[in-house]
């Protein structure tokens, strides 16, 4: 058990840690590069940008099994062969803060997706996912009540590729085994970058009331 000046000098230590941690994290923020990239839906339609500090960015390449029955369905929605999965089930996105997204062109053709219209018994959250109507291509993904958003790196240039990362997410859902696989992702910064983003969670271009299309009960009526 601590006496009182036992609990008194851990305490000042732990302060002076965090302390010390928020300002190494801070100065590494400042000196970290402003990256700008374009965006354009495969047909070019849809213009856009987004403009991030590299460490408030992060690239994650995303293996589960949602991500990809979503690129499906968005890819047969044009009767498209080619989609944004990877050769082990990968999609690939750079998630930042809400505001670092701009559409400059083309806003009307994007479309709102949903997984279903009634969340499942597990209560999972269900994005908003964001495709191009034009040229049936996933865009990018969000949820209304957070202030992150994830841009497919497809259909951004080759700028993006300066961003944080990549890491990954749901590994144990990948097709295979990567030959050098990505570093997992690290929770407690992740976190701490939704809590950053928080403040933005109203802005950005998201039309988050038009009609969506529920994609895992087409996919399941398709099946049928
Ligand atoms: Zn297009
Ligand atoms: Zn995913």
């Not at 590069?33 to 354009?40: A, D, E, G, Q």
């Not at 408030?56 to 989609?83: H, P, V």
């Not at 990018?140 to 890491?167: H, I, M, S």
Request: charged share 25%; with cysteine.
């Amino acid at each position: 058990m601590f006496n009182s000046h036992g609990m008194s000098s851990v305490a000042v230590v732990g302060t002076a840690t965090v302390v010390t941690m928020l300002a190494l994290r801070a100065l590494r923020r400042r000196w970290s590069p402003v990256i700008t990239c374009k965006l354009s839906c495969r047909c070019g339609k849809i213009q856009g940008e987004v403009s991030a500090i590299r460490q408030d960015s992060i690239r994650i390449n995303c293996y589960c099994a949602d991500c990809r029955e979503y690129a499906t369905f968005i890819a047969s929605l044009g009767k498209q062969d080619e989609t944004t999965i990877g050769k082990l089930g990968d999609n690939r996105v750079v998630q930042v803060c809400k505001s670092a997204l701009k559409i400059t062109q083309g806003q009307e053709l994007i479309k709102l997706a949903r997984k279903a219209a009634k969340p499942n018994a597990k209560g999972q959250i269900y994005m908003h996912r964001f495709y191009a109507s034009c040229c049936s291509v996933p865009l990018y993904n969000t949820v209304d009540f957070l202030g992150f958003v994830g841009v497919f790196t497809d259909f951004l240039d080759e700028r993006c590729k300066e961003y944080a990362g990549p890491v990954r997410m749901f590994p144990e859902e990948a097709l295979g085994t990567p030959a050098s696989p990505e570093a997992d992702v690290f929770v407690p910064d992740f976190l701490w970058k939704l809590l950053r983003y928080h403040l933005w969670r109203n802005c950005g271009p998201f039309d988050y009331k038009q009609e969506p299309v529920y994609w895992a009960t087409a996919e399941a009526k398709k099946q049928d």
